[in-house]
C-alpha cells in the first residue's frame, strides 16, 4: 500500500484531485 499510496500522490498531483486520491488511497489501505 506504502508503494501505491507515494504512486498516488504523484498522480493526483499531475491531475489535481489530491482528496479524490486520498479517500481512495485510505479506503485501499
Known amino acids: 500500500a506504502n508503494g501505491e499510496f507515494a504512486f ?3 498522480w493526483t498531483k499531475q491531475k489535481g484531485n489530491w482528496q ?4 481512495h488511497s ?3 489501505a
Open 8 to 10: 498516488s500522490r504523484v
Open 20 to 23: 479524490v486520491i486520498s479517500a
Open 26 to 28: 485510505t479506503v485501499i
